[in-house]
């Protein structure tokens, strides 16, 4: 990275200047910023003109690249027939119709609504904000707190901070907020006791959900959120059995189903999207990312009929629904939305994501096999993940003094692979148009820089 950055460069001006998310302030100071000049399909460069392929589709969303001319035009097309216009007080626009219709078909969500905002942050708010709506007007206001899991990510804004399962996202800001609790994660390779088949392990996770909502009283509880496939966690599947079994104790509590899809929705999972994968039947869905590949930020609820019939019934005197963003369901994302899902159709994504998923999937077991210090290969579709142990039998991670998982990234990076680590999982979720030739390349980098890495830990 920048080690010499020049005070008046891009680099030396934006680090005077510049705050930036999840970073490390002090290391940001001395080290300067990857400047991204320009992508060409997975590919982004840097103000060196180095190339990398961005396995990550920059933060698990640029599905279609960095430089998809379809979605520009798309874009630029909109921008010149109507630029900007809302959707409060019954104003709406054809594009933000034709893309709440297309979204309640592909999700199969009869008779439910879309609702539109612009961020993931803001869907998983707005879901929490509709449970309490649907529970108030079935006489149960009590039914207030939300249940989410270990090692969640859901966003950045209070409430969806405070439904994070990760310390990073509430230590500096005293989170999380009452009424937001905790249950286990699902994860399979660390969370498993000896001997304990995927089976038995959900039913145990259903029985410890199921002690949670008695020790808060059910009738304090509104609603459970979760991943299908927990991504920022560390890329944890959950056993088959699981979302039937969870589901099941939900239900018996009457407690609402909330299903973040932002980085599993629009084929990231092999599916359209990730409830098809695990089994999951939310009441409520939030989708980001992918809806747009992230050209433009725009996100959406996608609702069961009672959830809107709730906040019908509740304004029936003649209220409004108090909530809404001044850029939900903007012209311009919305129309990059509705070209983003038409390319997806056309490229047939599900059965593309499969066999490029497969085929990366064939690599990394092939890697397992080299490399002693993979602990798990683990995902679905094209979300995989490599978790790096010190001893594969006994599974004792490295030292986190080490910081294993951050030394490969930083290896990656130098041989033009940028990946994520989650602590020591190495996380892979590239642009879903990926050809065969690309996964190969990814692998081969991934491989020459855990060659690097083995070499590293070897010595340390
Ligand atoms: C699963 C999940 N939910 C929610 C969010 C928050 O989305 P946003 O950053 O658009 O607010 C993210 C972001 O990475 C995410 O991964």
Not at 60 to 89: D, I, K, P, V
Not at 181 to 194: A, E, F, N, Q
Not at 369 to 391: Q, Y
Request: net charge neutral.
């Amino acid at each position: 990275m920048n080690q010499h950055f020049k005070p008046n460069s891009v680099a030396g001006r934006d680090v005077a200047s510049h705050l930036h998310s999840q970073t490390n302030p002090k290391r940001f100071e001395e080290k300067g910023p990857l400047v991204v000049t320009r992508g060409e399909g997975i590919r982004v460069f840097d103000d060196a003109g180095k190339s990398y392929i961005d396995a990550m589709a920059g933060l698990w969303c640029a599905s279609l690249g960095f430089n998809n001319a379809r979605l520009a035009a798309a874009a630029n097309r909109q921008y010149n027939e109507l630029g900007f216009y809302h959707t409060f007080f019954n104003r709406t626009h054809g594009p933000a119709t034709d893309l709440a219709e297309k979204l309640l078909a592909l999700t199969g969500m009869k008779g439910g609504k879309a609702y539109f905002a612009t961020s993931g942050s803001e869907a998983n708010e707005t879901m929490v904000k509709l449970a309490w709506v649907y529970h108030t007007v079935r006489g149960k206001p009590t039914k207030r707190k939300v249940i989410a899991r270990d090692r969640a990510f859901h966003g950045s804004t209070i409430a969806a901070a405070s439904m994070c399962g990760l310390t990073f996202m509430h230590r500096e800001f005293g989170l999380p907020l009452p009424g937001f609790i905790h249950t286990l994660c699902p994860d399979t390779y660390r969370g498993k006791l000896d001997g304990e088949s995927d089976d038995a392990f959900a039913d145990r996770l259903a029985a410890e959900l199921e002690k949670l909502i008695l020790r808060e009283g059910p009738d304090s509880i509104a609603a459970f959120i979760a991943e299908p496939i927990n991504a920022g966690g560390g890329i944890i599947v959950p056993p088959k059995s699981y979302f039937a079994k969870i589901q099941r104790v939900l239900k018996k509590y009457d407690i609402l189903c909330l299903d973040d899809e932002i980085v599993c929705g629009f084929g990231r999972t092999g599916n359209w999207f990730g409830k098809e994968t695990v089994g999951f039947t939310p009441d409520m869905m939030a989708l980001a990312k992918g809806l747009s590949s992230s050209y433009f930020p725009i996100s959406a609820v996608v609702l069961a009929p009672e959830i809107y019939d709730a906040v019908n019934e509740f304004n029936k005197q003649g209220g409004s629904f108090g909530h809404g963003f001044t850029n939900s369901g903007h012209p311009v994302g919305v129309a990059v939305a509705l070209e983003a899902i038409k390319i997806y159709e056309e490229m047939d994504v599900v059965a593309h994501v499969r066999k490029m998923g497969a085929r990366l999937r064939e690599h990394f077991d092939a890697l397992a096999k080299k490399f002693p210090i993979i602990g798990d290969v683990r995902g679905a579709g094209l979300m995989l993940g490599i978790e790096i142990v010190a001893d594969r039998e006994s599974r004792t991670p490295f030292d986190p003094a080490l910081q294993a998982g951050l030394t490969f990234d930083q290896i990656a990076y130098e041989n033009g692979l940028i990946g994520r680590c989650m602590g020591d999982t190495l996380g892979f979720s590239p642009p879903l148009i990926v050809t065969e030739k690309d996964v190969d390349e990814i692998a081969e980098r991934c491989e020459k820089s855990l060659k690097q890495l083995a070499t590293y830990l070897a010595k340390s």
